[in-house]
């Protein structure tokens, strides 16, 4: 784990975005240590979540509020009910790590269930795809997903 934290330093970004003026959001992504591995723990929203994003699979985490300074700040009581989808918003993933001792005890109403994923998984190229996506205002991005 140790490891993994010092890597992650290598990429911090500071304050690099603050001069956008986008709306700020914030995804937690916790890791676990099981098996001697980093793990991605994630959820899967409740079928009772408004919303089109009923029964998907998500990072925890929310919204931001607009006086919120601390990026870190949303993540101190993390939400799993994230807008994954929504383009519009400048979105600062903030890595933690859990004690594996930690019980996981999710809001029904917001969570069906919770699981991990090794993080290996997620760099076979045989689980990863792109797609081109247009946002309502015209910005062409990419869209990546794990199958």
Known sequence: MENAQHRLREFYVRDKFSCLTLP????LLPLVVRGGRLHLLLTVRSMQVPGGLRGARSFPGNHCAAETRDVCSPCR???TNFEAG??????T?????VEDTFQVTPNPDEVSEVF??????????L???TFA???SSGYLTQ????T
């Open 24 to 27: 700020r959001a914030t995804v």
């Open 77 to 79: 009581k993390p939400k």
């Open 86 to 91: 929504q383009m519009s918003n400048l979105v």
């Open 93 to 97: 993933p903030v890595v933690g790590f």
């Open 116 to 125: 991990v994923v090794p993080l290996e998984y997620f760099v076979k190229p």
């Open 127 to 129: 689980n990863y795809n």
């Open 133 to 135: 996506y247009k946002t």
């Open 143 to 146: 869209i990546h997903c794990f």
